[in-house]
Every structure is written in structure tokens, then in C-alpha cells.
T-cell receptor, first 115, second 111 residues
Framework: DAGVIQSPRHEVTEMGQEVTLRCKPI?????LFWYRQTMMRGLELLIY????????DSGMPEDRFSAKMPNASFSTLKIQPSEPRDSAVYFC?????????????FGPGTRLTVL | DQQVKQNSPSLSVQEGRISILNCDYT??????FLWYKKYPAEGPTFLIS?????DKNEDGRFTVFLNKSAKHLSLHIVPSQPGDSAVYFC??????????FGTGTSLTVIP
């Protein structure tokens, strides 16, 4: 298996532009997570899907952030409009969701820079 | 509100010596704890875990200790190797599959 796939790996954009980050989870995994990594807060959970349904989006910072999971093999995180303070590394992770196996598998991340 | 805290942002250890990474948590309902390791430009990868019903779990050079009364978790690496140089994240879970991560500790093992 190729693991969790994220694209793009790097994104540089200007303030006010729309940014879309993409994630393909590991086949067969039914839970998907979006995290943001910053120096101050470490890895913050933004939103969590189970069987394509958003379970907890309390970590989404503002209405400028939205996430979708139209099917089991694809998810997007959109920021519109983007701001310089959104600059961070965004990770997608997936897991099988079984209680006995709780490991989350992370993608390589998307480094976002908003100028 | 950070429920999982790693108060040491960095740690340097000589090769062959013990590395001890610490983690504190505030939620007594957490029932499962994990350590993840992250190299630059890569995603975190799972290292070792421990259930709240145990106080120690060992896997080769890595041992995780859990002190529930102190709400404290530690990762011991013995002996430390240069390839262990990475950022280590502590994580905790109390419901479903939602994990709460710390801010990470950057470990440097000096050859």
C-alpha cells in the first residue's frame, strides 16, 4: 500500500486566495483526520471523519476552513480566504477504526505558506 | 487548552546514553497513550503505545512508562542512536479514535 497520500506537498499562495489540500487515505481505513502542526500548539486536530461523515469539527479554527469527504478514498481541506496565520504544515491521517488497533497513519504533510 | 503537554521542546543526548522524553496530561479519562516519531519533511510514524491498565510497555530499545496518579508518561530510549534524532510526539485518547497530541520534543543524539 502506498500509505496516506497528500497533495500538494508544498503550497505558496497570497493572502485572500483559496487553498485546497487533498488527501487519499489508506484503502480500507474508515477514519480520516486532518491535523495542523504549529510550533506553539504542536499537532492540532482540525476535523475527524468516520465512514465519510464528519464526527468532530470543533478544531476547525474559523468558518474560513471547511473539509469534505465525498467518498472513502478522498478528502479535501479548503481555506477561503487564506491568511498569513494559516501558514503551517497540514497532515492527513487515517486509521482502521477498530478499538484494538488505534494507530493512525500519517501522510507526508502539505507545507502551506500564505504571503 | 492543551490537554497533553510536552514541556521540553528539545533534548540532546550522547550516543549510547539513555534518552528520557516526558509528557504530562490533564484528562484522567484518557485510556490509551502513544508516542509518534517524526523526521523532517515526513509525517509522524507510530512508535509505541500503552494502555491505561498497564504501567510499562517495552519494545526493543524503547520503553514507555505510565504513572496515572501523576498523569505522567515517559519514553525511554536505551541506548540512544544517532538515527533516533527526530521530533517525538506524545498522544492520548479517551474516546473513539480522537487523539490529543503534545507539542513535541526534538531529540538530538550526538555521535
Amino acid at each position: 500500500d502506498a500509505g496516506v497520500i497528500q497533495s500538494p506537498r508544498h503550497e505558496v499562495t497570497e493572502m485572500g486566495q483559496e487553498v485546497t489540500l487533498r488527501c487519499k487515505p489508506i484503502s480500507g481505513h474508515n477514519s480520516l483526520f486532518w491535523y495542523r502542526q504549529t510550533m506553539m500548539r504542536g499537532l492540532e486536530l482540525l476535523i475527524y471523519f468516520n465512514n465519510n461523515v464528519p464526527i468532530d469539527d470543533s478544531g476547525m479554527p474559523e468558518d474560513r476552513f471547511s473539509a469534505k469527504m465525498p467518498n472513502a478514498s478522498f478528502s479535501t481541506l479548503k481555506i477561503q480566504p487564506s491568511e498569513p496565520r494559516d501558514s503551517a504544515v497540514y497532515f492527513c491521517a487515517s486509521s482502521s477504526g477498530r478499538e484494538s488497533y488505534n494507530e493512525q497513519f500519517f501522510g507526508p504533510g502539505t507545507r502551506l505558506t500564505v504571503l | 487548552d492543551q490537554q497533553v503537554k510536552q514541556n521540553s521542546p528539545s533534548l540532546s543526548v550522547q550516543e549510547g546514553r539513555i534518552s528520557i522524553l516526558n509528557c504530562d496530561y490533564t484528562n484522567s479519562m484518557f485510556d490509551y497513550f502513544l508516542w509518534y516519531k517524526k523526521y523532517p519533511a515526513e509525517g509522524p510514524t507510530f512508535l509505541i503505545s500503552i494502555s491505561s491498565i498497564k504501567d510499562k510497555n517495552e519494545d526493543g530499545r524503547f520503553t514507555v512508562f505510565l504513572n496515572k496518579s501523576a498523569k505522567h508518561l515517559s519514553l525511554h530510549i536505551v541506548p540512544s542512536q544517532p538515527g533516533d534524532s527526530a521530533v517525538y510526539f506524545c498522544a492520548a485518547r479517551y474516546t473513539g479514535n480522537q487523539f490529543y497530541f503534545g507539542t513535541g520534543t526534538s531529540l538530538t543524539v550526538i555521535p
